[in-house]
């Protein structure tokens, strides 16, 4: 069998994907998720121009030597534009070679650790008591695990809260970056408050998480940690920009409220320090962004060894090709944690044909060839590209800071 021809599809059926579609002398196609929000079209121009010429003619089962071709082949390795052409193509050829051996994916993993994937949801609100709302809505729809995020009284909406908390609103197609303004010190007696109406609301019986978003420093968020002790989170995510890992070992020394990291890295030397030591409970590396099914597999058993835990990224921009891919590893990882899971507008569902499917708080992988995922290329025409941006966020007195 040989690539006979790879084609990348842009659309944005409510905000833009990324897919590349990799298509063999046999007739059999793979399809995988190549989206980096905000600058998808830099890794179309890496597929098109670098990669796509170098893989025809190959054979597509060859998956390991491929991504070593495409990763040390590179010279300039790593980075989110390289690695997520190396995550797409990584998912079209395992979607191929489950095709081939008409296996669902997390068959030629090493068969099902599990029989369903524990997702969590999210809810933001403008208001503790609006956040309190949506969490018991959730709850009570059969979410065993909510993510709450709230806004900061006095300030214009932030992060996961008011119109982007829905990451199809227009509040990300404004043709420049949005500017949110942050406040740490109002930020940090906030968010204890919050939890403490929560558990006073919905009890002990369902997980709670938090994002920072990589906002404050390690001493600050080592008090936040030591605050949200007696409300047992499930965990603080993206506490701290993570470029510093040694600097989670601040946070590691004050509090016991677990925290998560690893949304935007994309090898495992982004997170080697932090697991090694670790500093860390779950890492959040997703397929498009870390290297595809092969990329997850090293990071997750790497992980393995020191007691962290698999929580696959999975909020709209993470594509329904790469939600079934991260659904078929979070069935055979045994170090499962978590997978999160914002939902997807009716048109991207319409796109993405997918065997995965949501029961409550659960995914379930289907029992489809590959990971399940299709394109129907007629309705992705329907939606064009059209540019995008995440948020940068600023400081009241004007500093950048960490969106
Ligand atoms: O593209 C960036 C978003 O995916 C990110 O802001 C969402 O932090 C996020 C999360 O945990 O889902
Ligand atoms: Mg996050």
Known sequence: MKIRDIKVIVASPGRNFVTVKIITDEGLYGIGDATVNGREKAVVAYLEEHVIPCLIGRDPMQIEDI???????????????????????????????????????????????????????????LTIEETVEGVVALKEAGLEAIRAQVSIPGLPPIYGTGKAKDQDSDV?????????????????PLVPKLFEKLRDTVGYDVHLLHDVHHR???????????????????????AVPAELQEGFRLIRQH???????????????????????????????????????????????????????????????????????????????????????????????????????QDKGYLLTGEAPGHGVDIDEKVAAKYPYERAYLPVARATDGTLWSW
């Open 216 to 238: 404050l420093t390690p001493i600050e968020a080592a008090r936040l940690g030591k605050d949200l002790e007696p409300f047992r989170l499930f965990w603080l995510e993206d």
């Open 67 to 125: 991504w070593q071709y495409l990763y040390k082949g590179a010279y300039w390795r790593r980075g989110p534009i390289t690695m997520a052409a190396i995550s797409g193509i990584d998912m079209a050829l395992w979607d191929i070679k489950g095709k081939a051996a008409n296996m669902p994916l997390y068959q030629l993993l090493g068969g099902a650790s599990r029989e369903k994937v524990l997702i969590y949801q999210h809810v933001g609100g």
């Open 255 to 357: 509090t016991t409220t677990p925290l998560a990291l690893g949304e935007i890295f994309n090898t495992i030397w982004d997170c080697q320090q932090l697991i090694s030591e670790q500093l860390i409970d779950y890492i959040r590396v997703t397929s498009v962004h870390a290297g595809g099914v092969t990329g997850l597999r090293r990071i997750f058993d790497f992980a393995s060894i020191y007691h962290v835990r698999s929580a696959c990224h999975g909020p709209m921009d993470v594509s329904p090709v790469a939600m079934g891919a991260n659904v078929h590893v979070d069935r055979w990882v045994p170090n499962f944690g978590i997978q999160e899971y914002s939902g997807y507008t009716e048109a991207t569902h319409e796109m993405f044909p997918h065997s995965w499917s």
């Open 172 to 188: 990300f197609r404004q043709g420049l970056p949005t500017e949110e303004v942050w406040a740490t010190h109002k930020y940090l």
